[in-house]
């Protein structure tokens, strides 16, 4: 009977801390937690918790790669899709890159069956942060549409 209030006390922090059993760190801005990217890129957010698009640039070729994962950012997510459009918005204009899937023979991903997706454009080698968004992105079956994301490498 004495252990009742502990029980109670660890019951109440349980549920206190709930959501996402994963180590996070909680930006004191946002209010929210993140994950740690696995490529060491920029994790966005797809849906409530559901899923995130890792994006990840490389400066000296102007090469962007996209990963999409689950909503803890650990496990990779293979979509339909042939390409992901990245909209950035630097230098006063509005710039596109388009991403084509990347099949992988080691993992048996195909163009429309991957989770890797990959693009070039010159004006990401001078380019190191930026608001954008993602347009579209179906994934399992859901539609995502205006993906909001800020970029920094």
Not at 72 to 81: D, K, S, Y
Not at 86 to 92: D, E, K, P, Y
Not at 136 to 153: C, P, T
Request: glycine residues 12%; charged residues 20%; aromatic residues 8%.
């Amino acid at each position: 009977m004495k252990f009742l209030p502990l029980l109670a006390t660890l019951t109440a922090l349980g549920l206190v801390i709930g959501g996402c059993s994963k180590q996070e760190s909680a930006p004191a801005a946002a209010g929210g937690h993140q994950h740690a990217a696995p490529h060491g890129g920029t994790l966005v957010e797809v849906g409530e918790h559901a899923y995130n698009i890792e994006l990840v640039r490389e400066a000296a070729t102007g090469k962007m790669s996209a990963y999409v994962l689950d909503g803890h950012a650990e496990n990779f997510v293979r979509i339909t899709a042939p390409t992901l459009e990245v909209i950035a918005f630097t230098g006063g204009q509005r710039r596109s890159i388009v991403l084509r899937a990347v099949p992988n023979s080691g993992t048996g991903e195909t163009v429309g069956d991957t989770s890797q997706f990959e693009g070039q454009a010159d004006w990401l080698k001078q380019t190191d942060k930026f608001p954008g968004a993602i347009p579209l992105v179906e994934i399992r079956g859901s539609k995502f549409a205006n993906v909001s994301l800020y970029f920094r490498s």
